[in-house]
């Protein structure tokens, strides 16, 4: 049982580089997320979906693109890279339902120079 | 807006007991959430209260107070593998979204 996993787990890029980072889950859980973390602000939502087509921003969308084309998969693109991205990233997933908890991915380390 | 505030960091002694407070100002509020993060690792589910009182799982308790705005997270007889951060998060569920907010997290650290 895979659960939620993150590709890759370390990146390093270049200022306006595109740069894509990977989500898959294998529970079928039809909510996702993804956060990044950085020190003094927590964890901070970029963008969520409640189901495959279904995506909508976060507290902090500007700069970043998602697509949920299939259930398990929730990529999350850098259109260009700025070093205000240099973060660690958090997939996350849940089943629909109210007492259901999210389920982290393992994160990847992004640094953009 | 939302407001999550929760101490930045804490200490105490193996043994010992250290409740860790959370208070918030959201709309929309469907429950609160707390997470264990260690240090380089994904957050890990702790405890989950939607009603008033005390939730309690082994050494770990955690209290809400809705009318307060106020939530709480209780960890007796410490191990030293009980440093970590901890994260309260609120769920906001309106007619559109369903979402956890997080606070910045509280980074416990135990001393032998």
């Known amino acids: 049982d895979a659960g939620i996993t993150q590709s890759p787990r370390y990146k390093i890029t270049e200022t306006g580089r595109q740069v894509t980072l990977m989500c898959h889950q294998t529970?079928?859980?039809?909510?996702m997320f993804w956060y990044r973390q950085d020190l003094g602000h927590g964890l901070r939502l970029i963008y969520y979906?409640?189901?495959?087509?279904?995506?909508d921003k976060g507290e902090v969308p500007d700069g970043y693109v998602v697509s949920r084309s299939k259930t398990e998969n929730f990529p999350l693109t850098l259109e260009s890279a700025t070093r205000s991205q240099t973060s660690v990233y958090f997939c996350?997933?849940?089943?629909?339902?109210?007492?259901?908890?999210?389920?982290f991915g393992p994160g990847t380390r992004l640094l953009v120079l | 807006g939302q407001n999550i505030d929760q101490p930045t960091e804490m200490t105490a002694t193996e043994g010992a007991i250290v409740q860790i407070n959370c208070t918030y100002q959201?709309?929309?509020?469907?429950?609160l959430f707390w997470y264990q993060q260690h240090a380089g690792e994904a957050p890990t589910f702790l405890s989950y209260?939607?009603?008033?009182g005390l939730e309690e799982k082994g050494r770990f308790s955690s209290f809400l107070s809705r009318s307060k705005g106020y939530s709480y997270l209780l960890l007796k007889e410490l191990q030293m593998k009980d440093s970590a951060s901890y994260l309260c998060?609120?769920?906001?569920?309106?007619?559109?979204?369903?979402?956890?907010?997080f606070g910045t997290g509280t980074r416990l650290q135990v001393f032998p």
């Open positions: 996350a997933s849940r089943l629909a339902g109210g007492l259901e908890t999210q389920y």
């Open positions: 529970w079928s859980h039809s909510y």
């Open positions: 979906s409640a189901a495959a087509d279904i995506t």
């Open positions: 959201t709309s929309g509020f469907n429950g």
């Open positions: 209260n939607v009603l008033d």
């Open positions: 998060a609120v769920r906001v569920s309106t007619y559109n979204t369903d979402k956890l907010i």
